[in-house]
């Protein structure tokens, strides 16, 4: 069996040397070939972003594709090998069983003023925010108003969206067994008159959060680092996504110590 390998890469300097390596170590394996399309496993070699681009590109065909990133940067969340372990890493391709380990992602529904509904997958969060004007949304937990909510915006990110831009503003960090997914305030105003909860709150599963925009004119809506086309957006409805994301050869890097590397210390 010919195991089929897309490579998605940024264009530092650095990320193409490692392609040149990857791409001359892979030609050495009869039962690897690099494909342009529909591929069953794609590496990335770069950043967080880049892994972020490539499921974006191949995210309508997650069931068939694993993922697995080479950090050219510092390491990633996303980038468990790093440029110097090349060797190491195809040779685990050719042995490997097909194992992976998934996480989950946010399924969004954005519905407009015409009744049209936009369908997404995100995999770090979606944020929803207003320019210079106080944003309005009703904020709905299941079927029911939870809050009206006066700030800056709203982050809903999953758990290994949680420790960007969720972290940012406040939100908790969640270890990525937890299907789960965080909604944390940016800014919210809070005064004798205007009211929310103030911090952040982790849905679970089964659950959905509706977001019902009441401030007039343009809002911002984001998807890991796409813009949406949001005029006359009336709604977005935000779920934990039946699909998942899967990695392959996943090296077992103990989640804490990933977050402390990243953001205490390094050792
Ligand atoms: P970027 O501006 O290069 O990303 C900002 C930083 O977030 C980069 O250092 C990136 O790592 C890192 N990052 C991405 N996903 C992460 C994760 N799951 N956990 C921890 N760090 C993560 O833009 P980008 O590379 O296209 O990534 C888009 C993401 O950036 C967005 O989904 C958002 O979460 C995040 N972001 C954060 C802020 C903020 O914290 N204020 C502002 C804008 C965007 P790499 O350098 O490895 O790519
Ligand atoms: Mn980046």
Not at 10 to 18: A, G, H, L, Y
Not at 234 to 239: A, M
Request: charged share 25%; net charge negative; hydrophobic share 40%.
């Amino acid at each position: 069996m010919v195991l089929r390998i897309g490579i998605i890469h940024n264009q530092e300097e650095k990320s193409i040397r490692v392609l040149q390596r990857l791409r001359g170590l892979l030609a050495m394996k009869d039962d690897l070939e690099i494909v342009d399309r529909d591929p069953q496993l794609v590496i990335t070699i770069g950043g967080d972003g880049t892994l972020l681009s490539a499921f974006h590109r191949y995210s309508h065909r997650l069931n068939e594709v694993r993922f697995l990133g080479v950090h050219t940067g510092h390491l990633g969340f996303y980038t468990d090998w790093r440029d110097y372990e090349l060797p190491e890493l195809v040779n685990s391709l050719s042995d490997e069983q097909g194992t992976s380990v998934s996480y989950p992602l946010l399924d969004i529904v954005v519905t407009s003023a015409n009744g049209q509904h936009q369908h997404f997958l995100a995999l770090n969060e979606s944020t929803i925010r207003k320019g210079s004007r106080t944003m309005v949304a009703d904020v709905y937990i299941k079927e029911e108003l939870f809050e009206r909510f006066r700030g800056d915006g709203l982050s809903i990110s999953t758990p290994t969206g949680s420790t960007a831009y969720n972290k940012s503003v406040g939100g908790a960090v969640v270890h990525p067994s937890i299907n789960a997914m965080q909604l944390a305030e940016i800014a919210s105003l809070n005064n004798r008159v205007f009211r929310t909860l103030g911090s952040p709150s982790i849905i679970g599963s089964h659950e959905w959060i509706d977001v019902q925009l009441k401030s007039s004119g343009e809002h911002l809506i984001t998807i890991d680092q796409l813009d949406i086309n949001s005029k006359e957006v009336v709604s977005i409805k935000y779920k934990i996504a039946d699909e998942r994301i899967h990695f392959a050869s996943y090296r077992h890097m103990h989640f804490w110590h990933r977050v402390k590397d990243a953001f205490i210390r390094e050792d």
